[in-house]
């Protein structure tokens, strides 16, 4: 059957690596006889010169009527003074929303041939494969604001946490049903010691566990998840929390891969479409010189074939082929090592892409 992807580049580097992760989704349409339609759409800053608008509405109704999402990044200098409303993020923020995606997934993967890259030892990052699952649109980022600036008369402010069941249930669930397809392990983090929202959590997620018997879910305090991330990152597997423990422990989990540009990311929602997209911006400094690295998308494309698609293997292959291209020493600019050959961003697509052949 037909999959329908929208295809939103974006600005900055954006067209250079959603033009080398289509080319990737091309090869994987012709060697499994699938079909993909395509349509493309502005957003950021791209549409706020063409329109007015970082997200017109054509870009709603365009994801709202597709299978799944591939952005690129959006943003840059180019727009930094316009009023708010047309900023390029303010494009991302409205996608998010409109669409519900609620559930941020993050993957962790150290590649063996990218660990010296990484502040920590190779030993404790060499194999490290974990996910990080962040609620996205709920937590202490959305709670009602109070008197920020007042309390009792005096100087001060307040932010209020607050989780509705159903917010932690729906996002628990996605970490099972991902976990479900990896090495079957939950870690739910919260600090249930202290807070009356993470004493909730964590009976949900107990309560959530029980119809995944072959999932082993464990809790775990979020001040000994920090520590336990950078002393023995391989004991995890998919790790769900609520949005700003996420926010914290997502970022502290990408030092662990070396560098940015490697990272792929899905926001979803309960019933699609999935959002894909690199975690790093939309890197103004580079854009145009065809030297961004390309990867993190390509690995965007893998995710969207896995989570939207179940096509598990076209997934596995994408990241057996980036695997065994960084293996051969090839690199782009910002994953440089000693001995290794630079390439182009077009040139690393043209590798992954003939990894890609020699796999299938
Ligand atoms: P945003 O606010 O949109 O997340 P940012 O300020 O975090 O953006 P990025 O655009 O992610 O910044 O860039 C940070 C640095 O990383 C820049 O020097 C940029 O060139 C570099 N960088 C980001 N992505 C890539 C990539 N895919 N390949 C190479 N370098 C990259
Ligand atoms: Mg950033």
Not at 2 to 19: H, T, W
Not at 42 to 62: F, H, M, V, Y
Not at 122 to 151: H, N, Q, W
Not at 159 to 169: G, W
Request: hydrophobic share 40%; glycine share 6%; charged share 25%.
């Amino acid at each position: 059957m037909k999959k329908r992807i929208a295809v939103l580049p974006g600005d900055g580097i954006g067209p250079e690596i959603v033009a080398g992760a289509m080319k990737i989704l091309q090869t994987i349409e012709t060697l499994y006889r699938h079909q993909f339609e395509i349509t493309y759409a502005d957003i950021g800053g791209c549409a706020t010169d063409k329109t007015g608008t970082p997200l017109p509405n054509e870009t709603i109704t365009i994801c709202k009527n597709s299978d799944a999402i591939l952005l690129g990044a959006v943003g840059g200098p180019k727009w930094d003074s316009l009023p708010v409303e047309k900023r390029p993020e303010q494009g991302l923020l409205k996608i998010r929303k409109e669409l519900n995606l609620f559930a941020n997934i993050r993957p962790t993967t150290c590649y063996e041939s990218l660990a010296a890259s990484s502040p920590l030892k190779e030993d404790i990052i060499a194999g490290v494969d974990l996910i990080v699952v962040r609620e996205l649109t709920g937590g202490i980022y959305f709670g009602k604001p109070s008197e920020r600036r007042l309390i009792d008369g005096k100087p001060g402010a307040v932010d209020t946490l607050q989780y509705e069941n159903e917010e932690i249930e729906r996002v628990v669930e996605k970490a099972f049903e991902i976990a479900k397809t990896r090495s079957k392990k939950v870690t739910s983090v919260d600090k249930a010691n202290v807070l009356e929202t993470s004493r909730v959590w964590r009976e949900i997620a107990s309560q959530v566990a029980e119809k995944y018997p072959d999932v082993i879910l464990e809790h775990m305090l979020v001040d000994n998840a920090a520590m336990q991330l950078v002393r023995n990152p391989k004991q995890f597997d998919v790790i769900v929390t609520e949005n700003m423990f996420g926010d914290i422990l997502s970022d502290e989990a990408s030092v662990l891969t070396g560098s940015l540009g490697m990272l792929a990311s899905s926001s979803l929602s309960a019933g699609g479409p999935y959002l894909y997209e690199p975690i790093h911006g939309s890197a103004p400094d580079i854009a145009g010189e065809n030297i961004a690295n390309p990867l993190a998308t390509i690995l965007s494309v893998s995710m969207m074939l896995r989570l939207s698609f179940q096509m598990e293997n076209e997934a596995t292959i994408i990241e057996e082929a980036v695997n065994n291209v960084l293996n051969k020493g090839f690199r782009t600019r910002d994953i440089l090592a000693p001995n290794c050959t630079i390439v182009s961003t077009t040139e690393m697509v043209e590798e992954v892409e003939k990894e890609i052949r020699q796999l299938v």
